[in-house]
């Protein structure tokens, strides 16, 4: 886990810059957000100027119980040490490390072409992600009672597609006789050629992403190892706010963990985790804007930030997932359309039609009420044609108040009051999830099962949609929840 560098103080031993050997002492300091510095204890003129100019170093040094290989370090700050006999000034020099490796060995590889053979991830509250409990069939009286070791087994899901493999493995401590039973989640993902740690770091994102839709909240990796053969480096550098727990876990003081936890949307869910893995990568190359946006709404929930930009951004979200949508369903007939208009030569009418060629026409106002009736379609039987009738005038209202935030028009007032604003971002953030979800795989029956747990939406979607969600309407049971609800491990 990242938690044992946070506030690390370290004396340590400065052996190479770059491709130079050296013998440096030094400290390297590790704080809360784990940015990595490494400072220089009594540099001379000369080293010191070469390391206050670069802005890609390479530094390498030994502690008590590693040796530490640091990327991209940049200058960060320069103290007078001392003076020699001779009138030479020493320094103390400070760097930030980019990117840093911890192991026993040294790392020989460059940082665009890393040789690693696997990456091991874990994330906050990766158990609730993935959704398998190794001890869900485990009789405790009998382990117990039994005389000989019980064999406990971990349990794996293989993804092909992408060389991902999602582990949970079972841990056992005894203390006085009294056994404690815990266990932890990971995701490997095998490398078959050599990589860029830009490149990795970008697919730790994706990965990311795609559990932050499922949580509905930011999370970030707890752990990265690189493993090449049986030598593992334990990576910092893809993070700089660690977060170990989730914050639905304490915002909610009226339902406990176990309640709450059924909110989450797991890989067990799933019925074939490689199509989703698979229909996820397509669906991010595609919009990666729209995942971008999607995070920094997320940011704002977490650290409580709530303007006008938060109703704007999710109005983005709706506006560029719907959008492609759209363009995509009517490509053939459109193109067919655009191709006849572009054979008129008079040039008038010809610089009309390629603006037009070039612009379809659709509106926000159009992906606003399609958007709308797609959610909606996951949680009530309606047809379109109700869907646009009974929510005239909340869809309306939506338009104007976005066409007057986004153009800044201050001759109108806005029609929707900052709590009814606030109540349909909200909505329409859980919309987007919900439809990306049902996209890359997870059923309407499990989406509508885990958002009844959410007190907030369901009260929302009822306030401004009238749909009251009731848990009777689906049997959906996920044996993860029951098995942590009604055993010894909560």
């Known amino acids: 886990m990242n938690q044992k560098f946070i506030d690390l103080y370290e004396p340590c031993k400065i052996f190479k810059i770059n491709e130079s050997n050296c013998e440096y002492n030094g400290i390297i300091e590790i704080n809360k957000n784990l940015i990595v510095t490494i400072k220089f204890l009594g540099v001379e003129s000369e080293i010191s100027k070469q390391l206050m100019k670069s802005t890609n170093q390479t530094v390498m040094l030994r502690t008590k119980n590693k040796i530490v290989t640091a990327f991209e370090c940049i200058f960060r700050s320069a103290k007078h040490s001392s003076f020699a006999s001779d009138n030479s000034v020493y320094q103390d020099i400070t760097l930030e490390a980019t990117h840093t490796f911890f192991s026993e060995t040294i790392l020989n590889s460059d940082i665009s072409n890393l040789s690693f053979t696997s990456m091991h991830l874990q994330f906050t509250e990766g158990n609730d992600i993935f959704g398998f409990n190794p001890f869900e069939n485990l009789d405790l009286i009998k382990f117990q009672m039994a005389n000989f070791p019980i064999e406990l087994i971990p349990i794996h899901h293989n993804v092909e597609y992408d060389n991902l493999l999602f582990s949970t493995y079972p841990l056992t401590s005894t203390k006085d006789g009294v056994y404690s039973f815990s266990f932890k989640s990971s995701l490997q993902f095998s490398l078959n050629n050599n990589n860029s740690i830009k490149a990795l770091n970008n697919y730790i994102r994706k990965i990311i992403n795609l559990f932050e839709l499922m949580v509905g909240e930011l999370i970030t990796t707890t752990s990265v190892i690189f493993m090449d053969n049986q030598q593992h480096y334990e990576y910092l550098g893809n993070i700089n706010y660690p977060k170990y727990e989730?914050?639905?876990?304490?915002?909610?003081?009226?339902?406990?963990?176990?309640?709450i936890r059924r909110r989450i949307f797991k890989i067990s869910d799933l019925q074939n985790l490689g199509d989703t893995v698979k229909t996820f990568n397509e669906?991010?190359?595609e919009k990666k804007i729209i995942f971008d946006i999607y995070e920094q709404i997320l940011l704002d929930f977490d650290v409580n930030i709530v303007t006008p930009n938060r109703f704007i951004k999710v109005m983005q979200l709706v506006e560029g997932y719907q959008r492609s949508i759209i363009n995509s369903s009517n490509a053939d007939s459109q193109k067919k359309k655009d191709e006849i208009l572009l054979t008129i030569t008079d040039d008038d009418t010809k610089h009309f039609n390629t603006n037009h060629c070039n612009n379809h026409g659709v509106t926000f106002l159009k992906c606003l009420k399609e958007f709308t009736y797609d959610a909606l379609l996951i949680f009530e039987s309606i047809s379109k044609t109700s869907v646009f009738k009974k929510y005239d005038s909340i869809l309306m209202s939506i338009k104007t108040q976005r066409d007057i935030?986004?153009?800044?028009?201050?001759?109108?007032?806005?029609?929707l009051s900052d709590r009814k604003m606030y109540q349909i971002s909200y909505c329409?953030?859980?919309f987007f999830r919900c439809?990306?979800?049902k996209k890359i795989g997870f059923t309407e029956e499990v989406i509508y099962t885990r958002m009844c747990y959410n007190a907030t939406f369901s009260f929302y979607l009822e306030n401004i949609f009238d749909i009251k969600m009731e848990f009777s309407k689906y049997n959906y049971k996920s044996s993860y929840d029951d098995?942590?609800?009604n055993s010894f491990m909560k």
């Open 435 to 437: 439809l990306v979800l």
């Open 428 to 430: 329409y953030l859980y």
């Open 405 to 415: 935030l986004t153009h800044a028009n201050t001759t109108e007032s806005v029609p």
């Open 483 to 485: 098995s942590l609800t």
């Open 283 to 285: 669906l991010y190359s």
């Open 246 to 259: 989730l914050n639905l876990y304490n915002q909610d003081s009226f339902h406990d963990k176990i309640y």
